[in-house]
């Protein structure tokens, strides 16, 4: 069973600055097969990145992803009020078929 | 405008079943496989169940194997799950959800999600 494990568990920034988000893999993950996801209060998750790091569509380039193997990052370049929300890592390969890592919560400093 | 419109939430007591409907419309439905991911209250993301494009082929978690059945009417263009032998940790927000045609093994649509509670 492949674990998803985020970090930090909460990140505080101020907007205009750069967000950094961890997702380390128990087990080696196929980049083909790491998404991220944004969830705000009340809302469905939103697809932002797929295959490790290619934006979903309407996804501003101010979202990024990288990394291989056990470690995937998700880079916000410059913090919009906007972008204060949940964020999850997403794997498919191992069972379970699909799973999440916990989250981390970005909030407003 | 791909829409995902979940329906047959609500309250049951622990034993029970529900079966909850997804409405698909936008796009092919019979072209995407689907899944179900859930969200206990205050929790993270837990992938449920899915089905392939043709609804042949079904997985599932191994906290609802043996009592969920995930189902699909590609005529109707609906997704199903039919939950038996209902659990309180069973409780949480039911998202439907599609997968891209091709390789693509995430969630690129979501429905608004609906409430199951399982309490006494």
């Known amino acids: 069973e492949i674990v998803l494990t985020q970090s930090p568990g909460t990140l505080s920034l101020s907007p205009g600055e750069r967000a950094t988000l961890s997702c380390r893999a128990s087990q080696s993950v196929s980049t083909t097969y790491l998404a991220w996801y944004q969830q705000k209060p009340g809302q469905a998750p939103r697809l932002l990145i797929y295959?490790?790091?290619s934006r979903a569509t309407g996804i501003p380039d101010r979202f990024s992803g990288s990394g291989s193997g056990t470690d995937f990052t998700l880079t916000i370049s410059r913090l919009e009020p906007e972008d204060f929300a949940v964020y999850y890592c997403q794997q498919y390969g191992s069972s379970p078929l699909y799973s999440f890592g916990q989250g981390t919560k970005l909030e407003i400093k | 405008e791909v829409q995902l419109l979940e329906s047959g939430g609500g309250l049951v007591q622990p034993g029970g079943s529900l079966r909850l409907s997804c409405a698909a419309s936008?796009?092919?439905?019979?072209?995407?496989?689907m899944h179900w991911v859930r969200q206990a209250p205050g929790k993270g993301l837990e992938w449920v169940s899915g089905?392939?494009?043709?609804?042949?082929?079904?997985n599932y978690a191994d906290s609802v194997k043996g009592r969920f059945t995930v189902s699909r009417d590609n005529t109707g263009n609906t997704l199903y799950l039919q939950m038996n032998s209902l659990r309180a940790d069973d409780t949480a927000v039911y998202y439907c959800?599609?997968?891209?045609?091709?390789?693509?093994?995430?969630?690129?649509?979501w429905g608004q999600g609906i409430l199951v509670t399982v309490s006494a």
């Open positions: 959800t599609r997968r891209p045609e091709g390789s693509g093994r995430y969630f690129d649509y």
């Open positions: 089905s392939s494009s043709g609804g042949g082929a079904t």
């Open positions: 295959a490790a790091s």
């Open positions: 936008g796009f092919t439905f019979s072209n995407h496989a």
